[in-house]
């Protein structure tokens, strides 16, 4: 910026209520970005990223859409009482309080970049001004006579048509779902209306509340896209949709329930086209990551992820398969459903209709000269044994089991009815795992750990540390204090010795203590490591730990 530039800028700001930086900007002398850098510095303030900040609906409902715009200030979330926003001068005191006169609320004002702003005033107002326009337009084609019964070709002509508002707002609630990162999203009927969640990093949120009568259609629309019996409302039942969101193709997988207020509906999100992480993006403590990757390049053996349900076996299976020299070796699969593709490996799925389960389709798949084969989980006792003998044959086989932990993995096998000695002789890994919260990073504070934390670590075997840490709450985590997730893990290696006391029938005690001996680090140790590193808090290591 030349003297002469900044002298013309200064005189205009004599004659105009505007700031310096912003008639520099439009003047085209700076853009955005190094506006916004210069700001930041200023006034020592982050720059925030529009593009992965969403706003929820109860803070864009404050502002309205036409004072956002001319105000250049976008609503982000809620926490306690003040509203936090967005805009590209977090120190203009009179737009400040512009925005608390408008809303009525105390102003937390973050710095972003204007062009980000303008964008996201547009697709998020937009977003929440559809779905509000959709839920006008139905209640505005309700029929004002007595009830009755539509007829199934009624019924699904309604939900069927293209325009019809059940068809947008299921579209809308989807879209929303994928960019506030939701694995699941429940439509629940309650007494009061229709109540919309999402679970986003494992914790369930509410989304928004709809009209209780727009539930028959908006479930029938759900039963068609996943083929479902739109009639049949008394017994449970499961589909699948693929849908097209943003460019992305998505697979959902639907579960409806009758409850007392009405069926109840899960969709299941899995966005094929998210990347798939690697090892080192999971969180495995330094030793058991190559301990881990030493067992996947075994040419032959049975390596299991154990967990309940939503603990991330999945993507650990496939941070597995990115192990895998899969040029040079046959990769193939059987999964329920198939939630990523990879580029060289044969993926196949089951079909309960075409009578493909994982045993059947395992079987298949030793016939297709593989050289590692991942099943996507062993439930029964067939599945079990032809994977057992698989692995003894010469195959590395992957797979998932739903067990509490490593030892308790190794039990569900002698339980299916796999003979101890083959457990014993296939088995080489297994590694259990849990899903906890990372404390957001934008609001973290260090404090003192209580005498109750500090007994926790005790009692496992652990120095207490000194400072303990949790998060405030902000926009980037929704007033939470947590944003993401990472993983705890254990790792039993099964050695000479664990070979010999599972042949011999020990029991789980003895086992686990053996294991412990020769190395492993148990989950809650884990878990309370990552506490004290700061990474989650303690109280979040215990619920994803309750052991």
């Keep these: 910026m030349s003297q002469d530039q900044l002298q013309d800028a200064l005189g205009e700001q004599a004659g105009r209520r505007k700031r310096?930086?912003?008639?520099?900007r439009e003047d085209g002398v700076i853009d955005d970005v190094t506006l916004a850098?210069?700001?930041?510095?200023?006034?020592d303030a982050p720059i925030v990223d529009l593009r992965e900040r969403q706003s929820e609906e109860e803070a864009l409902v404050l502002l309205p859409e036409a004072d956002a715009r001319r105000l250049a200030v976008l609503p982000i979330t809620l926490h306690d009482t003040r509203l936090i926003v967005a805009t590209e001068d977090p120190g203009n005191v009179t737009l400040l309080e512009d925005v608390e006169t408008i809303t009525g609320r105390s102003v937390l004002p973050l710095l972003a970049l204007r062009s980000e702003i303008d964008e996201a005033i547009g697709q998020r107002y937009r977003m929440a001004g559809l779905l509000a326009a959709q839920v006008t337009a139905f209640t505005s084609r309700r029929p004002t006579g007595p009830a009755v019964t539509p007829s199934r070709a009624r019924v699904e002509e309604l939900a069927d048509l293209r325009d019809a508002p059940v068809v947008q707002i299921v579209n809308l609630l989807v879209t929303q779902a994928l960019r506030d990162r939701a694995s699941d999203l429940h439509i629940e009927p309650q007494a009061a209306g229709l109540r919309i969640r999402a679970r986003i990093d494992g914790i369930l949120r509410d989304?928004?509340?709809?009209?209780?009568?727009?539930?028959?259609?908006?479930?029938?629309r759900i039963k068609i896209l996943s083929e479902l019996n739109i009639v049949e409302k008394q017994r449970a039942q499961d589909g699948q949709i693929t849908m097209e969101i943003e460019g992305r193709s998505v697979d959902i997988r639907v579960a409806t329930i009758r409850?007392?207020?009405?069926?109840?509906?899960?969709?299941?999100?899995l966005d094929r086209q998210r990347s798939v992480l690697q090892l080192s993006d999971l969180g495995f403590p330094p030793a058991v990551r190559p301990a881990y990757q030493s067992l996947l390049a075994a040419s032959f053996g049975m390596v299991l992820v154990a967990g309940p349900t939503g603990s991330g076996k999945t993507t650990t299976l496939y941070a597995s398969i990115n192990e895998i020299d899969r040029v040079a070796l046959n990769v193939t699969t059987i999964e329920d459903p198939v939630e990523y593709t990879f580029e060289g490996v044969n993926q196949t799925q089951v079909n309960a209709a075409a009578g493909v389960t994982f045993a059947t389709g395992l079987r298949a798949i030793l016939r297709q000269d593989p050289d590692v084969i991942l099943v996507g989980e062993v439930r029964d006792r067939e599945t079990a044994e032809i994977a057992v003998q698989a692995s003894l044959t010469g195959h590395l086989v992957l797979s998932s089991m739903h067990a509490t932990d490593a030892t308790s993995a190794l039990f569900r096998l002698l339980e299916m009815g796999v003979e101890p000695f083959l457990v014993s002789a296939s088995v080489s890994g297994i590694g259990a795992q849990r899903l906890m919260r990372r404390i957001c990073p934008h609001c973290r504070i260090e404090i003192e750990p209580t005498a109750e934390e500090r007994r926790?670590?005790?009692?496992?075997?652990?120095?207490?540390?000194?400072s303990a840490f949790l998060g405030r709450g902000c926009n980037y985590?929704?007033?939470?204090?947590?944003?993401?997730?990472?993983?705890?893990?254990?790792l039993l290696r099964v050695t000479p010795e664990l070979r010999r006391l599972v042949s011999q029938g020990a029991h789980y005690d003895e086992i686990r203590a053996q294991a412990i001996a020769d190395g492993m680090v148990p989950l809650r140790a884990d878990a309370l490591r990552k506490a004290a590193a700061g990474v989650t808090t303690v109280s979040e290591a215990l619920r994803a730990v309750a052991v």
């Design 477 to 490: 985590c929704g007033g939470s204090g947590y944003l993401e997730r990472i993983g705890c893990y254990e």
């Design 259 to 269: 409850t007392i207020w009405g069926e109840k509906v899960v969709m299941r999100l």
């Design 456 to 466: 926790l670590f005790e009692e496992a075997g652990l120095e207490a540390p000194r």
């Design 207 to 220: 989304v928004t509340e709809l009209p209780g009568d727009l539930a028959p259609g908006l479930v029938s």
């Design 37 to 43: 850098t210069v700001l930041s510095v200023q006034q």
């Design 20 to 24: 310096l930086g912003e008639i520099l």
